[in-house]
Each structure stands twice: as C-alpha cells, then as structure tokens.
C-alpha cells in the first residue's frame, strides 16, 4: 500500500488543491446521480469520466493491496465509507478509490467511521504499517485495524516472489561493480548497461509498479543493493536520472518492523 496523493493531478480537476473531482462531475450531476442510485440502485458511479481518472490516480493499481487493475474488466470503484451507510457519497470524489474484487469484497460494508482504516488517498501507509519480510504488521491502531479488514497478507507469497526476483538481478549487478577497477575508466558500453541495470531496479519501487511499497522497503535497506548505489557513485556511473529515481523509492518505502525490539526502523 502506497499513498496515492495524485488523485487531483490525474483528475482533471482544479489543481488548487479544491477536491471536486472531475469537471464533468459537477455538483449538479452528482447530485442527480445520487438521486438516480437512491431511485434504483444502479451503479451511477460507473461513468467513463469518473472512472478513468480514479485508475490513474493510483497508478492503474488497487489502492489497497498494489495489484494492477484493468479497466472496466479488473476495477472496481470502492466507496470507503460504503453506499450502504452513506448513500449520499456514492459519486462523492473524495469517498472513491479503484480497487481490486478481493479487497472490496473484503472491505465490503466494512463501517470507516466506527472502526477506522487507512484512506491511502488521504493518508500516508508509512505512518500506520511496517514491513516484517513481506508481511504487513500495524504499527498503530488505525494500521492493525487495515489488515484485519483488508485481505493485504494474503498476498506476501506474490510480493516474496518479486523480492526473490529482485535479489537475482542485483547479485550479479554487484558482482559486476565489484570487477571494475576504481581507477581505471569504464567503457561507454559498460556503462550504459550497468546504467540500464540499475534503473531497472530502481524503477521496481517506483509508484508506478506492483507492490511497490514493499520494493522500495527492501532496496532503501538491502545491504547489497546499498554496496551496488556506493560503487555506481564511485565510479561516476550514477546520474541525476538515477539519484531522481531514487528519491521515488524512498518516498513510498514502507518502514521494517524489529519485534525484538518492538521498535520501528
């Protein structure tokens, strides 16, 4: 889970930071809308232009558990307070999220004002969750109360899976740094596909990837990948391009979690 602060950006929207939504949804329409889903129940909310820009605002991703949603076929737009308790936000910008079936089944009419979770729209996973490998834990109440609700441990085996992955590209990525000699220049060739290699890595903790909360955990503190970015800077490989890349990464890295200790690292 990663926050998706770029809701307004990717909704067309007054980028003042109002919190309209889409300009095609004008509080008259909503409005009519609203009515229209009290009348008959029928599904308003499923509208091109509300649609589209709620599966960007997430990177194409379920806002919950980080999987990619495929329009129409794979997104389902879930209210966070559900329609069931607060039928007046059924077209409401602020009350929608994409999400995957399983997370809004889970979720279901699972109430937000009595028992509160994590709104990644609204607030920062960081503060609330913390790795243990590639298991979620709540590191307060509100992060504890998001995985008993939602179904985010049922997919540590997918998110082990790309960790593994991970560390095979790059071992060898090390290996190679570790044969290069500090003083004498590196072939353009080599470079560039060191370069390639190592935004590859990067760009797996990026917003844009599945998962990529937990990605980004592990390479800001994987000890071989932390060797891989020293060697790439001391051999003037690393570029700004990279470094920009990097801050991506550490922005969206969810914290580890040391039971021992019972402290967050």
Known sequence: MTSSSNRLGASGSDPSGATAGPLKLTPLLAAALTTRFNRSGSSVWLRKFITTPLLAAAHNKCAYCETTLVPIQGMEVEHFNPKSLRPDLVVDWTNLLPSCGKCNGSKSNHDVAAEPIINPFDQDPRDHLALKSTWFVGITDLGKMTID?????????????????????????????????????????????????????????????????????????????????????????????????????????LPFYTPAYRTVI
């Open 149 to 253: 609700v939602l179904p985010l441990n049922e997919l540590a085996g997918e998110r082990n899976k790309l960790i593994n992955a991970l560390n095979e590209v790059i071992e060898p990525l090390l290996l190679d740094l570790q044969a290069l000699s500090p003083t004498a220049p590196v072939a353009p060739l080599e470079i560039r596909r060191l370069r390639r290699k190592a935004k590859a890595i990067l760009r797996s903790g990026t917003p844009q990837k599945d998962y990529a909360a937990t990605s980004a955990g592990h390479l800001v503190r994987d000890d071989d990948w932390l060797e891989c970015v020293k060697l790439l800077k001391q051999l003037h490989i690393w570029t700004a391009e990279e470094e920009a890349l990097l801050v991506q990464v550490q922005a969206i890295a």
